[in-house]
T-cell receptor, first 116, second 113 residues
Framework: EAGVAQSPRYKIIEKRQSVAFWCNPI?????LYWYQQILGQGPKLLIQ????????DSQLPKDRFSAERLKGVDSTLKIQPAKLEDSAVYLC??????????????FGPGTRLTVT | GDSVTQMEGPVTLSEEAFLTINCTYT??????LFWYVQYPGEGLQLLLK?????DKGSNKGFEATYRKETTSFHLEKGSVQVSDSAVYFC????????????FGKGTMLLVSP
């Protein structure tokens, strides 16, 4: 079974530029998550989708970050314009269901973003 | 809100030594608890989980017991290997509502031959 795919793996941009990350979840997984992992910290949830609808985006900086999952499968996370503090690893995860006891989230390899 | 606190690293051990990484949590109700591992250059992988009090999760020689009375979920392994060198994250998710994970800051483990 293929895992969660993400691209690109690495990206270097200058501040005020824009960038987009792509994620393809495990086939059949209804729920998709984007996390931000700053160096030395645990991942922090940015946004959670159930199929193509947003379930939780309370920690997404909406003035510069946006995300979509148009057909309920793959997803794109965009930052525009980028700031230095956006330098982090952006992790995508998926799970079979949205809620329930102990449902496992499967993580992709992440995209490492460096903003200079 | 929910939170997870892990011991700071790095934890440096020799091969075959005993490992403990402490994890405590604050949460409403009875969350599910997880340990994830992140090897260099890779994404997070679920190592083990426990969904109710007194449950013991185990995998690849690692164990952790869900202790409700001390709100803890400490990770242990009797004999570590060089290949166990990685960053370990303790996490929780509520057992009601959405399955959002709340992570600790992670603990780096370095095992030398």
């Amino acid at each position: 079974e293929a895992g969660v795919a993400q691209s690109p793996r690495y990206k270097i941009i200058e501040k005020r530029q824009s960038v987009a990350f792509w994620c393809n979840p495990i086939s059949g997984h209804a729920t998709l998550y984007w996390y931000q992992q700053i160096l030395g910290q645990g991942p922090k949830l940015l946004i959670q989708f159930q199929n193509n609808g947003v379930v939780d985006d309370s920690q997404l900086p909406k003035d510069r970050f946006s995300a979509e999952r148009l057909k309920g499968v793959d997803s794109t996370l965009k930052i525009q314009p980028a700031k230095l503090e956006d330098s982090a690893v952006y992790l995508c995860a998926s799970s079979l269901r949205i809620a329930g006891v102990g449902y496992e989230q499967y993580f992709g390899p992440g995209t490492r973003l460096t903003v200079t | 809100g929910d939170s997870v606190t892990q011991m700071e690293g790095p934890v440096t051990l020799s091969e075959e030594a005993f490992l403990t990484i402490n994890c405590t949590y604050t949460a409403t109700g009875y969350p599910s608890l997880f340990w994830y591992v992140q090897y260099p250059g890779e994404g997070l992988q679920l190592l083990l989980k426990a969904t109710k009090a007194d449950d013991k999760g185990s995998n690849k020689g690692f164990e952790a017991t869900y202790r409700k009375e001390t709100t803890s979920f400490h990770l242990e392994k009797g004999s570590v290997q060089v290949s166990d060198s990685a960053v370990y994250f303790c996490a929780l998710t509520p057992n009601s509502g959405y399955s959002t994970l709340t992570f600790g800051k992670g603990t780096m483990l370095l095992v030398s031959p």
